[in-house]
């Protein structure tokens, strides 16, 4: 079961930072995150971009997952 | 529309968002807004809370269309492309308080992020300290947030919620045009409640039609680009990102060739438009703005874009920027061309101090 953060609601840039943290900390692997703006799904898009990390975006009801993977 | 779509989300849609404000704010200088002051967020939400009688600064009177165009442009692209999101509930009071310091360091530097970068692109090299002073108080605001700052999460709300804010800029339209003068003073003669300036920046305008369409045209590309100068100097710092930093440079970079075109280009430290030379303060002023923006999370002009797609939370900050507006001018906290006003260095004091309690106070155990 990969890792889950929850940064629906929270301001710009915050979802970025905890995003940001998840792939220092974690190097490679899969983890998800759960947003809830257009925004922070293209910022998050970005920053995995810049780091390497693939994106998959699927919607859930109003919000967004977006699976991060990185082999 | 996902090839829209994809576009704005582009390097050259934001590019293109940046150049649009740099081109057409040369141009509403040109039309009549005061000069190096084409569009800047902070000032015109000034002559706004001045035409309310929230203060009485004679020289600072208009309900400013391009303000109340950003707001509804940003609203019509949210609504057209379904990010039309009512939310709210993420600490109000405090980023009301924000909101009215990063006034109040506007108003000592004389500007907002955008009117730094206009000024700097009209050869205004006071603009620099401002610029300088900005990124000193995003850095701070950096590393707070890396140290687990949050303001908290916002929820969805009933969707009433997210058109207060669009409805309230109609009804400043509406008293824009018909301007209200049914006040008397002891005299009997007709006083307010809408004041418009006779004289001094506030009375200078470009044709009200223009101005809402170029703050609509601003609104709206601004929305689907997420264009924000706090943002674009955060992201560097924090992410070494530059996205949103080239709008910025395309806002500069325009308005600068725009300036040179229509003759609006003088390079110096003095007799600059609506401009003091005190290099501390305008260090100072930004610097606490730079600090309120980023625990905010927006610049001025992104709140309002912010609160056009139904974040309450930016339109409280937005509010909280007008009413502290207000004070700075009652409170003679408000630089003029001769500097810093008396209760002006005092006033950033203290509003660094608050936003250094709020960095402090509102963080979360890192997990």
Not at chain 2, 82 to 105: C, D, N, Q, T, Y
Not at chain 2, 202 to 211: F, V
Not at chain 2, 338 to 357: D, K, Q, R
Request: one cysteine or more; glycine letters at 14%.
């Amino acid at each position: 079961m990969a890792d889950k953060i929850d940064a629906r609601g929270l301001s710009c840039p915050q979802p970025v930072i905890l995003t940001n943290r998840k792939i220092e900390e974690m190097g490679k692997g899969v983890f998800e995150i759960l947003v809830d703006t257009d925004t922070s799904r293209e910022n998050i898009s970005r920053l995995a971009q810049q780091t390497g990390w693939d994106v998959e975006v699927k919607k859930v009801d109003a919000d967004y997952c977006l699976v991060l993977r990185k082999d | 529309m996902t090839t829209v779509k994809n576009f704005f989300a582009s390097r050259w849609g934001i590019v293109s968002a940046g150049v649009f404000v740099g081109v057409f704010a040369a141009v509403l200088q040109k039309l009549g807004n005061p000069g190096n002051m084409g569009i800047c967020v902070a000032c015109m939400e000034r002559d706004i809370a001045g035409a309310l009688g929230l203060h009485r600064a004679a020289l600072a009177q208009y309900i400013r269309p391009e303000i109340l165009a950003f707001v509804l442009g940003a609203f019509i692209a949210a609504l057209l492309f379904r990010e039309f999101k009512p939310r709210g509930g993420s600490s109000p009071i405090i980023r009301f308080f924000l909101g009215f310091f990063a006034m109040v360091g506007a108003l000592v530097f004389l500007g907002c992020p955008w009117r730094a970068l206009l000024r700097l692109a009209g050869g205004d090299g006071n603009a620099i300290l401002g610029l300088a002073g900005l990124t000193a108080g995003i850095w701070a605001g950096v590393l707070f947030l890396k140290s687990g700052y949050t303001l908290g999460r916002a929820t969805k709300v009933k969707s009433f919620s997210g058109w207060v804010f669009p409805i309230a800029m109609v009804a400043l339209l509406v008293l824009l045009l018909v301007a209200p003068q049914f006040g008397r003073t002891p005299e009997g003669t007709p006083t307010g409640p809408i004041f418009f300036s006779s004289k001094g920046p506030g009375s200078q305008h470009a044709p009200i039609l223009i101005s809402l369409l170029v703050g609509l045209g601003v609104g709206f590309l601004a929305q689907r680009t997420r264009l924000c100068t706090m943002g674009a100097i955060r992201d560097v710092i924090l992410i070494k990102n530059t996205y949103l930093l080239s709008g910025i440079l395309g806002i500069v970079g325009a308005a600068f060739f725009m300036n040179l075109i229509l003759g609006q280009f003088k390079a110096g430290f003095t007799n600059q438009p609506i401009a003091h030379t005190d290099y501390l303060w305008n260090f100072m002023g930004m610097a606490l703005s730079g600090l309120a923006f980023a625990l905010a999370g927006g610049c001025p002009g992104r709140q309002l874009f912010l609160s056009g797609e139904g974040d309450g939370d930016a339109a409280i900050f937005a509010t909280g920027m007008i009413v502290g507006a207000g004070f700075s001018h009652n409170f003679s906290m408000a630089s003029s061309p001769a500097g810093p006003g008396p209760y002006g260095p005092i006033a950033v004091i203290i509003g660094l101090i608050f936003c250094m309690v709020v960095g402090f106070s509102m963080r979360e155990k890192m997990a």
